[in-house]
């Protein structure tokens, strides 16, 4: 890896300037126990009326799912990715019930909360030695198909787990992307007031 130049704005902890994330994976196995810790951290982050609508489908090197989830993404992704330790689907449920009510409603928020829990996984994979690298190149249609997944839930990411690997394993082009990338500055991202940005 590249020397990480990520320089923050403002104060704040350095664990999240030095998430970030990677396609050279190392092969390295995951344990279940391991994985899981993630997935814990992730069911702590906040959701509009506490319902927690992110679901998790998991698939772990050399386990029997494993060739089906590598599968489902698409032949860019799955070049770097067949070297990671774990995959991850991320998928939301669309309703759920208000309290006090009998009936679902749609939840229109649900995408926002199950990105909040996704910020959480890759935190905790982080702050754990571990990288991520969120991917949107999957095949959705297969996925729900594969996985059994029912109406009433969106599938967003796939997510590659793993240990940091070789960047001579990827392709050339690739090879000089394997760094942290930079960020906008916040006074292009947040402004007081009205839209101004």
Known sequence: ????????????????????????????????????SFLEAARWAPSAYNSQPWRFLYARR????????????NEFNRSWAQHASALVIV??????????ASEESPALWHTFDTGSAWAHLALQASISGWHTH?????DQALARSELKIPEGYDLHAAI????????????????ARE??????????????GDFSL
């Not at 923050?8 to 994976?25: G, K, L, M, N, V």
């Not at 050399?62 to 993404?73: A, C, M, V």
């Not at 760094?179 to 906008?184: C, D, E, G, N």
């Open 91 to 100: 998928i939301s449920k669309t309703t759920f019930t208000a309290p006090g």
């Open 179 to 192: 760094t942290p990338s930079p960020r906008k500055p916040l006074s292009e991202l947040a402004a007081e």
């Open 134 to 138: 969120g991917m949107a190149g999957f």
């Open 160 to 175: 590659a787990i793993g240990k940091l690997g070789d960047k001579a394993t990827l392709a050339d082009f690739l090879q």
């Open 62 to 73: 050399d386990t029997p799912n494993w060739q089906r989830y590598l599968g489902l993404l």
């Open 1 to 36: 890896m590249s020397e990480n130049t990520r320089v923050a704005d403002y104060a704040i902890h350095e664990q999240f300037i030095q998430r970030w994330s990677p396609r050279a994976f190392s092969d390295e196995a995951i344990s279940e126990e391991t994985l899981l």
